[in-house]
């Protein structure tokens, strides 16, 4: 056990972390196009960050590698509808955003982006 904890710690040493950009406004809607600048390139993978709405605190986070698209999807909190929204990848600084989705309506006050978290593997 003890040895299965250093190596936990080990690993998650190595991974460096830094927020590379934070939303200003998550109470606002974001439709298709809005554009999130990175302040860096020196990652390996991301970690965003969405509230489930701009009236909601609760969040989810979802992880990508280094020029993927993101996709993320979930359950509605209140109902089980699908809820997704997709973040296109345009340069290792920047993203694009597309309307997030509530069932099969367009819904821009879904899965907000709050923070997008480099990682980088030492």
Same mark, same amino acid.
């Given at each position: 056990?003890?040895? $299965? ?16 950009? /934070? *939303? ?12 999130? *600048? ?16 701009? /009236? ?16 993320? =999807? ?12 997709? =973040? *296109? ?14 069932? &099969?309506? &367009? ?14 593997? $030492?």
């Amino acid at each position: 056990m003890r040895i $299965s904890l250093i190596l936990i710690f080990l690993d998650m040493k190595k991974r460096l972390r830094k927020v590379l950009w /934070t *939303n200003s406004n998550p109470s606002q809607e974001m439709g298709t196009g809005k554009l999130i *600048n990175l302040s860096s390139s020196d990652y390996d993978e991301l970690e965003w960050v969405f509230a489930y709405s701009t /009236t909601a605190n609760n969040a989810i986070s979802v992880n990508c590698l280094k020029g993927m698209n993101i996709t993320v =999807i979930t359950m509605g909190y209140n109902s089980p509808t699908l809820i997704r929204r997709v =973040i *296109n990848y345009v340069s290792d600084t920047q993203y694009s955003t597309m309307n997030g989705k509530f069932g &099969d309506a &367009d819904n821009a006050t879904m899965l907000i982006p709050l923070s997008v978290i480099g990682i980088k593997n $030492s």
